[in-house]
């Protein structure tokens, strides 16, 4: 049953998958990185009812299938915006969203690390509060994050392969189509997880490096 | 928009039954693999860590779609035999977050102080007595809020089991879907809801388990402000691939 | 203008508004509370231009809260406090005095600095510009003339060749002399010390405090001064205030508190702060 022939040609039938897969983890993961950090200052600063509306938003979206949302975003809130987008914008905003909810959180774990007496000496200089978050809260709380936000971005490369419930055609959508080609999944299926594995290692190894240089125990 | 609602509502609901047996079957597995898999980690046998090591790195590596998939689709033809597809989910859900329970367990162990490891051979306890009588009682409690999290991450995954065609809350909206075009908002809202609802449930089941927990071992319980802690668990330094959010 | 008896304190108290030129600190009834723990009750007191006043007394009398109440870090929850005549915890609105808001307080804080026990310098800029921060961002100083000044103030505390330094390389001494450096920076019409010399290793003390006499000279900068340097309050201060449970029990010059003190509280205070040393 097993076919060593089309497991090396579904080598080649997953790479244009594999750069659908990149680039929506990238772009997802850049809106999680930017879209995180204004959910974690809406409720560090405390906006009125902003903060309480994001807080809310957050601990519903983390809750909740990211599939489901992925469902959500592109057949209904898409319309109900009037835009078009393609599937593939579609749920790479739906992943970059979800992620952000947990990016807020990690972005706020970081913020409260740095010393009450960063605060206190910025006050004490007359700082304005916009140049106490940028030039001294955020550059010593960012580092300290940095490995955190890389393991979720591992974990958001891991779950692309969800963007082929709205039909795009990632590595997993790639392993799907060449399996109905050629009447055997198995094949494309266990090349798919090879390329996960492959992928997620050196990127792993790459964070636990982050890591030792930003988190000193 | 709403006269449809009791209909969407009945029908999401035959859906219900399907995600909780997935959740509960899929957290019975996590359990048992995380316990064995992650006091393997901690085995004094190389063997049994590399073994151990391969099936978490293995889980953890790779996509739980491509599992799903693969143990759903490509395995019954590798070994001629169907498995019933729910089945076949609970199977992923368990592997999948069992691997990433055993470093959890594994965490929790090691964050014992080591003074109550001697203190147990101080008074010759045997290996075996020393885990089971001091070390875990009181690894349990650190487990509680990184299991929370991947329980909840587990009742997330098994709206995957749609794309294998469980009928389980997300394949019925899915099912709906084509019919009722229009009003596919409503749709959705009511299974998020149920899904948030349902998170909620192993939240407060979890948080008494802490609160009795940490009763037993004389200690406060912790306050908690979110359903979740997200980064409860994350691995920071000491385990190799990215942390399951 | 009274005259005042040679020997006597000038009286603090309700009218010392009217003469602002003499008063440069000026606590009205200062409540202040933490839950139900009062640490200030009902504190009157007042600085004069230029003077150097130190405050001792058991920890958790509230030395500290004063200096943080004056550089805004704590908010009165009675009473008021003025600072060369302006109000600092209060402002007028209409002609009716409401508590401050952000806005005054970000006004009026500029004319104060601290220093604090634990430097909190910042750790993710160099010692230069974490001296030229400030002056740059609050006071508008051009980038070449708030180098220019702190480079000076590098000079005068003994660091002028750390000005490219990060501060995690600096001693203990030396980030805190580098935090002295910062809060000069911004000519400060007042300067709070909160136990600057308390987290420094015994050999590194000396040359801080060294500074800081130096500096007291010097300048007509007006000290509030909360140490446990018995040696130094005495060298330095023109006043020394004696607090114990929120209150001045003891207010008198270094010589006459050291050698002679009034009050038995005093008196037992002092005994064991030098029998520790």
Known sequence: MWSWELFWDSFSALLPGL????????CGALLAYVLGLVFALIRQVRVPVLSQITFGLVEFIRSTPLLVQIFFFYWVVQPWMGVQWSAFWSGTIALGLHYACYTSEVYRAGIDAVPKGQWEASTALSLPRRRTWTGVILPQAIPRVLPALGNYTISMFKETPLLLAIGVIDIVGAAKDFGADHYSVEEAYTMAGIFFLVLSFPSSILVRRLERRFVKH | MLDNFGYFWEVVLKGLPYTVYATL????????????AGLALLSGSRTVRFISRIYVEGFRGTSELVQ???IALALPILIGFQLVPLWAGILVLGLNHGAYGAEVVRGAVQSVPK?????AVALNFTPAQRMRRVILPQAFIETLPPFNNLFIQLLKSTALLALVSVPEMTKQAEELRPIFGGQVGVIYLIILVL???LSVVITFVMRLLERAAARRLGRRPVK???????LAGMPVGGSALGGKP | MSSIDATEEPEVGAEATDDSANVMIQFDGVVKQFGDNVVLRELDFSVSPGEFVTLIGPSGSGKTTILRLLMTLEKVNGGTIQVDGEYLSHMYRGDKLVPADEKHLTKVRKRIGMVFQQFNLFPNMNVLQNITEAPIRVLGLPKSDAEERAKDLLDMVGLGEKVTAHPTQLSGGQQQRVAIARALAMRPDVLLLDEVTSALDPELVAGVLNVLKEIASTTDITFLCVTHEMGFAKDVSDRVLMFDQGQIIEDASPDKLFTEPEHERTREFLHAVIDRA
């Open chain 1, 19 to 26: 750069w659908i897969t990149f680039a929506a983890t990238v």
């Open chain 2, 115 to 119: 003074a109550q490891v001697e203190g």
């Open chain 2, 25 to 36: 079957g899929g957290i019975a597995i996590t359990i048992v693999l995380s316990v064995i």
């Open chain 2, 68 to 70: 799903l998939f693969w």
């Open chain 2, 224 to 230: 908690h402000d979110t359903l979740s802690d997200p």
């Open chain 2, 195 to 197: 899904y948030f609802a």
